[in-house]
């Protein structure tokens, strides 16, 4: 226990998951070590069950793209030397059958792998070695769980047959777990046999290495040796915390923590005379240091399941918070992420019967109490066990805490609500924290911690100090709410943005000294003069003045009165002629059917859902004669992109909720335009989104023809055209 901020092996958990990423070779996989950085098959293989549970979808599925290519064409995987290994294919098929769960596409990669680890054990259920005389061939028992496993996921009982018959043949050489071998190979062994339901086999042995372990919480790496292997003591930990040897395992945790290099590695051995990797820092010690971390919070949890209440009272300030504001949920569905034994859900299921109210939690035993009119399922805060948007509301109460990865844990709860949907976590004040004594795993949050993660997927978001059971408020508990989704700006605030101090004066300067965006181009190019233009959302009516200017005959439509003023008082300073409407383009187009010639929206459509989009674009046609024309944000422009996302980390994106697009051609098919052309324009805006190395950038793009830059299609806004 300790009443610190943060625990240091939270740190430790952070700095090492670090390691792994600044590790990780681009579009391959995690090195050997840091004396040898080519890609070792095998780790980057079992380390994608630890990534996804640690929310790290996007390299998990990196590392099984990797892999896939990799692959042998009789499905085996080579070795950091070049020759096929059994034992490290097995690795690999720990992962690509977890990514395969989430990734159907390395499903026959997974079956490709297991068939050819079935066909290299023989009839009496052995696995021919290939090590030598270092690593004992029974360190293959931990194949075992990978094939058992790959008989559920692939649905192939004959899988589960031939690893329980290899299981019984290892199971039956005399003191097969009595050799002096490294604690690495040794765990390798004793973890195969946990996995495959002999823990009451392993169990005597597994005491006698605890019994060998120092105050300070190492292992020796062999018999009477001085030195200790990292990665031994890490599969120690996990063995101590699947058999409820919790007090061991801490200890070797607390050792680990403490000699973890600041690079977040470990050597592979540590003290006088060592001689596994001794000076290099090696990519399976992260994996399994990492896997401990997550069995040792599960093992609290499954150790003190009586701890939990099932019951929470009317007047309890958490519930009544949840309900308020979550609304009227009749007839909606939401989520109760860290149930526990189901008090909260239970709760609001019997204020809203027609409510639909899910439960997850990680530990079955709890489950088992959440009564039956509550859909149960296990699960992770890290990793919901469902689809995106599923939710009208989510809410998780003193769950946020045991987290190892707050920001991430925010992300998936945000993950699985749907647009505009609602998101309530109750947490504990840091500012409190000498209140009460915590685990070493368990964290408190500064008000504006969680609300600036928060605000990354939600808008509105409020926090405020609540009461708990009996007692007011007093600064204990905290609520957090958002609703999901990036703010849509409303008419004052576009007006804002888009005008603020910007006189008309000033702009019609700039427009008579020719200082034209360069979007405007394909705007001339694909209308006449004397064609008549209708812009959707046209704001300060820069362009569709510029439009005029070259002959065109301008239409205008924005939804604030301020900004229809505005682009007014523009066209009278230039002397030029336009129609201006005030009106809502999400309802209808005031206009009669054929109206005008072009309709068309430059920063409008981005705003916009997908339905939005598909309304918007059929009352574009309807009002049109010729076609719909539309400039959106390039999602093809890296700059842009890199630039806004940083801006949005940072809170100084002013433009609220914009989804940049690949291609506006599948929405102008549908609302039934032809002959559809799209380009991107706009390269070296997309540049002042950028924030370093633009000098160097422009002499690249200066070093292009035309043609060359078109086709990287860099532009900052991609322009559509389709005719009617």
């Not at 292997?229 to 200890?251: H, R, W």
């Not at 401990?292 to 958490?318: G, Q, T, W």
């Not at 957090?480 to 990036?486: D, E």
């Not at 605030?493 to 019609?508: F, P, S």
Request: hydrophobic fraction near 40%; proline fraction near 3%; charged fraction near 25%.
């Amino acid at each position: 226990m300790n009443k610190e901020r943060k625990s240091d092996i939270i740190d430790c958990y952070k700095k090492a998951l670090f390691w792994i990423k600044n590790n990780t070779i681009p579009e391959k996989g995690i090195i050997v070590s840091s004396k040898k950085k080519v890609p070792c098959m095998e780790v980057t293989g079992y380390l994608i069950p630890t990534l996804i549970e640690a929310r790290e979808y996007n390299l998990a599925e990196r590392f099984a793209e990797f892999l896939s290519y990799m692959q042998r064409s009789d499905g085996a995987f080579a070795g950091p030397d070049g020759n096929e290994c059994v034992f490290g294919s097995s690795q690999v098929l720990r992962g690509l059958l977890k990514a395969s769960q989430y990734w159907d596409r390395f499903r026959p990669f997974a079956l490709k792998t297991a068939d050819y680890i079935v066909s290299s054990i023989g009839k009496d259920g052995r696995i021919p070695s290939v090590y030598g005389e270092e690593v004992p061939e029974y360190v293959h028992v931990f194949i075992l769980p990978v094939l058992a496993k790959a008989s559920q996921v692939l649905n192939r009982p004959e899988y589960h047959n031939i690893a329980k018959k290899s299981l019984l043949y290892y199971k039956d050489i005399p003191d097969i777990l009595n050799g002096n071998y490294l604690t690495h190979f040794l765990a390798y062994i004793i973890d195969g046999f946990i996995d495959m339901g002999e823990a009451d086999f392993a169990r005597s042995f597994v005491e006698k290495i605890f019994s060998s372990q120092s105050r300070k919480g190492f292992i020796p790496a062999f018999r009477n040796a001085r030195w200790v292997c990292s990665v031994g003591v890490a599969q120690f930990a996990i063995i101590g915390y699947k058999l409820g040897m919790d007090k061991e395992a801490s200890k070797a945790m607390e050792y680990l923590c403490n000699i973890q290099n600041p690079s977040g590695g470990f050597y592979g051995s540590y003290g006088y005379g060592a001689k596994y990797f001794p000076n290099e820092e090696i990519s399976w010690a992260n994996k399994f240091f990492i896997d401990a971390i997550h069995l040792r919070i599960e093992s609290f949890f499954n150790r003190n399941v009586s701890i939990f209440p099932k019951e929470v009272s009317d007047d309890d300030d958490r519930l009544k918070t949840i309900i308020r504001y979550l609304g009227n949920l009749d007839g909606k569905k939401i989520l109760d992420s860290g149930c526990g034994k189901g008090r909260f859900a239970t709760k609001i299921k019997s204020l809203y019967p027609s409510c639909e109210v899910h439960g997850v939690d990680v530990l079955e035993e709890l489950l088992k109490e959440v009564p039956d009119l509550i859909i149960k399922k296990k699960g992770s805060i890290l990793s919901l066990p469902y689809a995106s948007g599923t939710f009208d509301g989510v809410f998780c109460i003193e769950v946020l805490e045991h987290t190892v990865r707050t920001e991430k844990a925010i992300e998936e709860l945000c993950r699985v609500l749907k647009d505009n949907g609602r998101v309530v976590i109750i947490d504990k004040n840091i500012e409190k924290l000498v209140k009460m004594e915590i685990t070493d795993f368990e964290q408190w949050f500064d008000k504006k911690e969680v609300k600036n993660f928060l605000e990354k997927y939600c808008h509105d978001v409020v926090v405020e100090e609540i009461g708990y059971e009996n007692h007011k408020a007093d600064g204990l508990f905290l609520a957090w709410t958002g609703i999901k989704g990036s703010s849509v700006l409303d008419r004052e605030q576009w007006y804002n943005v888009m005008i603020g101090e910007r006189t008309v004066r000033d702009l019609a300067q700039k427009i008579r000294n020719n200082q034209f965006p360069v979007w405007i181009k394909p705007l001339f190019i694909h209308s006449l003069p004397h064609d008549s233009l209708l812009e959707l959302g046209s704001g300060t009516g820069e362009l569709s003045a510029i439009l005029g200017i070259y002959g065109r005959i301008p239409h205008l439509l924005d939804y604030s009165e301020d900004s229809i003023d505005y682009a007014k008082a523009l066209f009278r300073e230039l002397g030029i002629q336009g129609y201006f409407y005030c009106a809502d383009i999400l309802k209808e187009i005031p206009m009669k059917e054929d109206s005008v010639d072009w309709v068309w929206s430059s920063g409008l459509i981005e705003h916009l859902s997908d339905k939005q989009i598909m309304d918007v674009l059929k009352e574009s046609v309807r009002v049109c004669k010729k076609g719909v024309m539309s400039l959106v944000p390039n999602a093809n422009a890296i700059f842009y992109r890199i630039g806004k996302f940083r801006m949005e980390q940072e809170g100084s994106w002013l433009y609220g909720k914009e989804i940049p697009k690949f291609t506006m051609k599948d929405y102008f098919e549908t609302a039934g335009l032809k002959n559809i052309e799209e380009y991107s324009v706009g390269v070296y805006h997309s540049l002042e989104f950028w924030d370093s190395g633009g000098k160097e950038i422009k002499r690249f793009f200066d070093n292009l023809n035309f043609r060359e830059l078109q086709k990287l299609n860099q532009g900052y806004l991609l322009f559509t055209y389709g005719e009617k």
